[in-house]
């Protein structure tokens, strides 16, 4: 069994192989001058793990050139980062479903594909043969022991949150919008007071940073910080965030960031040997 590395998730795959004490496979990949991309794969394999996240539309591209240079193999494919999962329904009419697209067209070439905590349930359920990693443990073991607050952007991400803070052994909540005139709506803690204290909230994705930065803005903490499993960080997300006061963003190693200093890799390895082992 090899481990391939995908283009977008190469640390990753390192410390997964590692882990697994797995081969990785010498993987080249290229572009053409007119942009069109090119990959190739060393030596026959039998059973090739691929890790690649999507979170461009190369990245797919990637992936389809991957499963055809290994066509003879038995693939399993870890996309740690499901990227286009967003799109989970049609919410206008005409629209393209695009994570059944994904799903459909990953599931046409792995016998398995492993994901972490995918953007929704719905997006989930058009896979048939998913094996989703929470990655909310992680966030919280980066602050055990350490007098935070883990606050949810809103209500319906509580739940991961309280994953996170259950670990870190922290009091968590979400943020609500409060109406406090005709023409100001604040957005507050729903059960704590925050006055004063240090704040982490915490996201499963942070891609403007739009949400996080409204959030921290009118938040009375004396410290704001700001952790998420996939660290998209679309245009000036990071400039945006600072601007808004937040101190620090951390995130998992989904995508590969500057900020990703928690690596799921341990437990993409579990979930490998769970399946594969
Ligand atoms: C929303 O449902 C997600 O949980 C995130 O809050 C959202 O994707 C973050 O996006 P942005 O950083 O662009 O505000």
């Known amino acids: 069994m090899h ?44 059973d090739a793990v691929i890790i690649q996240s999507i979170r461009s539309s190369n990245d797919i591209v990637y992936l389809m050139l991957l499963f055809d240079a290994l066509s003879n193999s038995r693939i399993t494919a870890v ?105 100001t709506v604040e957005i507050q803690p729903k059960n704590i007071d925050v006055e004063g204290k240090r704040v982490v909230i915490v996201d499963d994705i942070i ?5 996080i930065a409204r959030a921290a803005e009118t938040l009375e903490a004396s410290y704001v910080e700001a952790a998420c499993v996939h660290a998209v960080l679309a245009a000036n997300a990071l400039n945006r965030l600072y601007s808004s006061g937040v101190r620090k963003v951390t995130a998992t190693d989904t995508i590969e960031q500057p900020v990703s200093e928690i690596s799921v890799a341990d437990l993409i390895a579990n979930a490998i040997s769970d399946v594969l082992m």
Do not use: W
Request: aromatic share 8%; hydrophobic share 40%; glycine share 8%.
């Open 3 to 46: 481990v391939i590395p995908g283009p977008a998730s190469p640390v990753l795959s390192e410390r997964v192989a590692t882990e697994l004490n797995l081969p990785l496979a010498k993987v080249t990949y290229g572009t053409f001058p007119d942009g069109e991309l090119y990959v190739k794969v060393e030596r026959d394999i039998e």
């Open 79 to 183: 996309v740690p980062y499901m990227g286009y999962a967003r799109q989970d329904r049609v919410f206008s009419e005409g629209e393209a479903v695009s994570i059944r697209a994904i799903a459909e067209f990953l599931e046409a070439h792995a016998e398995k594909v492993i994901s972490v905590n995918l953007h929704s349930r719905e997006a989930a359920s058009h896979f048939k043969n998913l094996v989703e990693i929470d990655a909310m443990p992680k966030i919280g073991e980066r602050y055990k022991g350490q007098d935070v607050v883990m606050v949810s952007p809103d209500r319906g991400s509580v739940e991961r949150v309280k994953v996170a803070a259950r670990v870190a052994g922290c009091e968590y909540d979400y943020l609500e919008k409060v109406r406090i005139d005709a023409e």
């Open 207 to 211: 891609s403007t940073g739009g949400t």
